[in-house]
């Protein structure tokens, strides 16, 4: 991954003056980096439904683990950008590239900032044919369970008209636990759903947009990550 990650950085260097090129560029380095890891921690992985990865979409998935990011790397296609909080930048290694490669962040602390920056992100998939993958629950579950989802994917899907393409992962909080270093054998599931058209959206029906793809996860995940407990009241 270092490799990979200091010859694609040049690529970035040398490619400023084109940021939406860069993004294309980070998604050819997700793909080699992203399998490329899967195929060093060696995790059996079964994916479902890859008839729907290959299509301009708003792609969501639920996170548990830092495995996540090696799959969405992987399993994303070209010309897809992500949204972050701000704080990745300090990652070592991943961080900058992730910045190089013209991906978009947010300052979770400070929602006005926050809406500004989902609507940039919305204008620049817009205008430059882009697809989007973000992590509806805003953070990594600890337990592995799944958590409630935030409004920032329907807000871009009401913006964009994009369909919402769910990826359930299963089995990655076996694998790699948070605050661990220690990689376990564990299988992995990548499921992907059909798309969900978003076309004729309202924006006042959005807490029923987010419970039904919430829902949706709930019914595809097994019992041990399915939410503890799951009301309307959840959703924010």
Known sequence: MTVTTFVWAVVMILMLPWPYERIRQGNLYGHVTGRLM???????IKIEGLEFS??????ICN??????????MWLTPIG???IAKKEI???PLFGQLYVLANRLRIDRSNPSAAIESLKEAAHAIVNHNLSLIIFPEGTRSRSGRLLPFKKGFVHIALQTQLPIVPMIFTGTHLAWRKNSMRVKPA????KYLPPIETNGWKAGHMNGYIEMIHSLYVEH???SQKPLI???SDFC
């Open 187 to 190: 299988p992995i599931t990548v």
């Open 54 to 59: 290959d299509t301009r979409a708003i792609f």
């Open 80 to 82: 897809t950008v992500g």
């Open 38 to 44: 899967m195929w060093i921690l060696g995790n059996p």
């Open 63 to 72: 996170h548990t683990s830092p495995i996540d990011i090696f799959l969405v």
């Open 230 to 232: 799951s009301d309307g």
């Open 221 to 223: 995940l097994p019992e």
């Open 89 to 91: 930048i300090w990652y």
